[in-house]
């Protein structure tokens, strides 16, 4: 089991900044890749970014390439999302999640990923 703690949402105006962090605690975190994904109300969670084991690569929703950017900290058992430059269309509960797979071409899918976290509001004001 891998347990998930986000942080870091709250209220921000457009054009502003926010970094979200995500704890992990229980098994290794560095067996993990790890994603961030968002929700709003009536639609379905959307994937943001993902980041491999190592961090040696990251994958971005075109909606986000260029203003997000994903870290991770292997010794900290904590993976970031650095979001820059951001619109009203941001607002969402933003969620981590570890994958102990290998999601392939997949990478993107909810379903891929085994644990997650209870999500964080980021609220984006016009």
């Known amino acids: 089991q891998v347990q998930l703690v986000e942080a870091g949402g709250g209220l921000v105006q457009a054009g502003g900044s926010l970094r979200l962090s995500c704890a992990a605690s229980?098994?290794?975190?560095?067996?993990?890749?790890m994603g961030w994904f968002r929700q709003t109300p009536g639609k379905e969670r959307e994937f943001v970014a993902r980041?491999?084991?190592?961090?040696?690569?990251?994958y971005y929703a075109d909606s986000v390439k260029g203003r997000f950017t994903i870290s991770r900290d292997n010794a900290k058992n904590t993976v970031y999302l650095q979001m820059n430059s951001l619109t009203p269309t941001d607002t969402a509960v933003y969620y981590c999640?570890?994958?102990?797979?290998?999601?392939?071409?997949?990478?993107?899918?909810?379903?891929?990923?085994?644990?997650w976290g209870q999500g964080t509001q980021v609220t984006v004001s016009s």
């Open positions: 999640a570890a994958d102990d797979g290998n999601s392939g071409s997949n990478y993107d899918l909810p379903h891929e990923y085994d644990y």
């Open positions: 229980g098994r290794t975190f560095g067996n993990y890749a």
């Open positions: 980041i491999t084991r190592r961090g040696g690569s990251t």
